[in-house]
């Protein structure tokens, strides 16, 4: 079975902070992992996605994530944080059991930033 | 913008009643798939449909649930005789098979039940 836990429901930091967003998964196959933001009243955007290559992953709007293995995490991170980046993030990994490419999601980590 | 669209964007129906939403996929995806999401928690998958075959449907899709896709472009999900604790988020993603598998996601639909 395939799982993700986000070890914090809710990270408060401060404007120009760095961001550190915690996630462990589970899975019996080479996983793919995402990590999604959802806005306020707006729908899941893919903020990167990792799938074998790099280990380091770059997404959109300075974010970053580094998949390890021997950890088991996939924890996204940002130098500096803008308060435009509170939202609530998903730390996601792709069932790949069932070849249908379903999400499986974590519970989700609500990103505070304080002016 | 040829994103996810999904219709309506809010519902509010009383308990006992039919709903039907629908999804409008991003026109070359063939795959199609609908999650609920409820308050605090992250989306949990509902059903999958490759072209207009649905492939997989989740424990969580009670006989009340039923979903179609027709023509293997838009798709809809019907909700029989509502129940309250049917209130959610109903999202629906699209992604392409032998693409990237990245799924994207439509606005959803915000069911309320009263």
């Known amino acids: 079975a395939q799982s993700v836990t986000q070890l914090d429901s809710h990270v408060s930091v401060s404007e120009g902070t760095p961001v550190l967003l915690r996630c462990n998964y589970s899975?019996?196959?080479?996983?793919?992992l995402f990590w999604y933001v959802q806005h306020p009243n707006k729908g899941l955007q893919l903020l990167l996605k990792y799938t074998s290559a790099a280990t380091l992953v770059k997404g959109i709007n300075g974010f970053e994530a580094e998949f390890k293995k021997s950890e088991t995490s996939f924890h996204l991170t940002k130098p500096s944080a803008h308060m435009s980046d509170a939202a609530e993030y998903f730390c996601?990994?792709?069932?790949?059991?069932?070849?249908?490419?379903?999400?499986?999601f974590g519970q989700g980590t609500t990103l505070q930033v304080k002016p | 913008d040829t994103g996810v669209s999904q219709d309506p964007r809010h519902k509010i129906t009383k308990r006992g009643q039919n709903v039907t939403f629908r999804c409008d996929p991003i026109?070359?995806?063939?795959?199609l798939y609908w999650y609920r999401q409820t308050l605090g928690q992250g989306p949990e998958f509902l059903t999958y449909f490759q072209n207009e075959a649905q492939l997989e449907k989740s424990r969580l899709l009670s006989d009340r649930f039923s979903a179609e896709r027709p023509k293997g472009s838009f798709s809809t999900l019907e909700i029989q005789r509502t129940e309250q604790g049917d209130s959610a988020m109903y999202l629906c993603?699209?992604?392409?098979?032998?693409?990237?598998?990245?799924?994207?996601f439509g606005p959803g639909t915000r069911l309320t039940v009263l």
């Open positions: 899975s019996s196959y080479s996983p793919s």
């Open positions: 026109s070359e995806h063939n795959r």
């Open positions: 996601v990994v792709s069932d790949r059991s069932s070849n249908t490419g379903k999400l499986i």
């Open positions: 993603a699209s992604s392409l098979v032998g693409g990237p598998d990245t799924q994207y």
